[in-house]
């Protein structure tokens, strides 16, 4: 029987939880993406969650890592939420309007160089799990964690699947939700911190962003698997 791994948590202040088990059904569904996950063999691993905002991809990602530790392997854990640009420089661009968030807001060239390639197979294994703490603005890029040669890299975020990054990942899991759902479960989250225009956020800057996205990226295209995540308790696979 393996003895459980451990899971490498980012600095970052932006954090949920690991959702408690909510139901046989999607036990046995997290259980079967961490079974196709460690077919890909024992050398390191990364894999994105990618999906509309509060579509449930950090919920995912924890519980993937939880399973996939449990198999013996060592996770290390990361959102793309802490590799956006830093709010000091907002003034250099447009970050406010849909398409200014989707174009301007992640720092790809940070997440490439301090997560992505060292966690990979040939990668330093020297991996930054934060660039800078989106709440506080803290640049957290000097603290490593190691990746041992086994460890599997999860990363959650949307746009996970742009060009910019798509190449680095070795599984690709789209969550799936409708557009209504991702706004009124990110208003709901977001209160808050973002009070009455939580709502206004997701309709007029988040889902122009995605809507973009989806028009030139069609991410659920790049997916190895799309996971329905319309009901958290009931996940249905459609696409595997």
């Not at 519980?63 to 830093?86: C, N, S």
């Not at 990746?147 to 996970?160: E, N, R, S, Y």
């Not at 706004?183 to 962003?209: F, I």
Request: charged share 25%; hydrophobic share 40%.
């Amino acid at each position: 029987m393996s003895t459980t791994a451990e899971i490498h948590l980012s600095v970052s202040t932006w954090r949920q939880p690991t959702p408690a088990p909510v139901s046989p059904a999607r036990t046995a569904l997290v259980r079967r993406v961490a079974e196709r996950v460690l077919a890909l063999g024992e050398e390191r691993l990364r894999v994105g969650v990618d999906g509309f905002t509060a579509a449930g991809k950090t919920s995912f990602g924890h519980e993937l890592a939880e399973h996939l530790a449990r198999a013996g392997r060592p996770v290390l854990r990361a959102t793309l939420d802490d590799f956006k640009r830093p709010w000091r420089d907002r003034h250099l661009y447009d970050r406010e309007s849909g398409e200014g968030y989707y174009r301007n807001a992640y720092d790809y060239d940070a997440a490439i160089a301090l997560l992505l390639e060292p966690a990979g197979p040939d990668g330093s294994g020297d991996v930054a799990l934060c660039s800078i703490d989106p709440l506080t603005q803290v640049d957290h890029s000097s603290v490593r964690t190691t990746a041992a040669p086994g460890a599997i890299t999860i990363v959650d975020g949307v746009f996970a699947f742009r060009p910019e990054i798509d190449a680095y990942w070795d599984l690709r899991v789209w969550v799936e939700v409708s557009a209504e759902t991702s706004v009124r479960r990110g208003a709901e989250r977001d209160q808050d911190w973002a009070g009455s225009e939580a709502e206004a956020l997701h309709l007029h800057r988040y889902l122009p962003a995605e809507r973009l996205y989806i028009a030139e990226a069609d991410p659920p295209s790049r997916a190895d698997v799309i996971v329905d995540n319309t009901v958290f308790a009931e996940p249905r696979l459609l696409k595997w």
